[in-house]
């Protein structure tokens, strides 16, 4: 069975752009949530979808956003890019709530 | 929210010896989950164990929810046990992944 998958591996933008990140949870993972991991903050929650609804949302600003499509699959995006916002952005599925989680290998976003 | 904090923060460990690794939460909590981050930066989910023993080969887990903390235990580490452990709850009352991490702990084992 593949893993959580999460593309792009590594991304490159400039302050004031936007970006798209991707994830493909585990087959049969209704539970798709996203962190975000820096030196300073280390890992942080952003957003939890199931069913396609946004169940939870961590303490991050309105630039960050997200979805879930029905085949579970959920992308995550950051408006009006901030240098702050270099980080590794992981994603995680689990079959239901409240169950063990499984991570991708994250996306690398530089900022510059 | 619920704070996790983590014991040691780094721990350096020569090839074949055992450590413990400790996890407080300042709340009860639903969910309680082991994770090894690698060097490549992959977490990879060790035990979820929000009450009571596990083991898996070399390693083992136990969380006493009652007194708020759990431990991980490494036997006769391997420089493959090299990375970052985190710990991460999710408070009692609450459905959902929305995860607190704790800060690590940062291993390292010479051969």
């Known amino acids: 069975k593949a893993g959580v998958t999460q593309t792009p591996r590594y991304l490159i933008k400039t302050r004031g752009q936007q970006v798209t990140l991707s994830c493909s949870p585990i087959s049969g993972h209704r539970s798709v949530s996203w962190y975000q991991q820096t030196p300073g903050q280390g890992l942080q929650f952003l957003f939890e979808?199931?069913?396609?609804?946004?169940?939870n949302k961590g303490n991050f600003p309105g630039r960050f956003s997200g979805r879930q499509f029905s085949n579970s699959r959920s992308e995550m995006n950051v408006s009006t890019l901030e240098l702050g916002d270099s980080a590794l952005y992981l994603c995680?599925?689990?079959?239901?709530?409240?169950?063990?989680?499984?991570f991708g290998s994250g996306t690398q976003l530089s900022v510059l | 929210g619920i704070q996790v904090e983590q014991s040691p923060p780094d721990l350096i460990l020569q090839e074949g010896a055992n450590s413990t690794l400790r996890c407080n939460f300042s709340d009860s909590v639903n969910n309680l989950q082991w994770f090894h981050q690698n060097p490549w930066g992959q977490l990879i989910n060790l035990f979820y164990?929000?009450?009571g023993t596990k083991q898996n080969g070399r390693l083992s887990a136990t969380t006493v929810a009652t007194e708020r903390y759990s431990l991980l235990y490494i036997s006769s580490s391997q420089t493959t046990d090299s990375g970052v452990y985190f710990c991460a709850v999710f408070p009692a009352g609450n459905a959902g992944n929305m995860l607190t991490f704790g800060g690590g702990t940062r291993l390292m084992v010479k051969p």
């Open positions: 995680a599925s689990s079959r239901a709530r409240d169950e063990k989680l499984f």
């Open positions: 979808y199931f069913s396609e609804t946004q169940r």
């Open positions: 164990i929000p009450s």
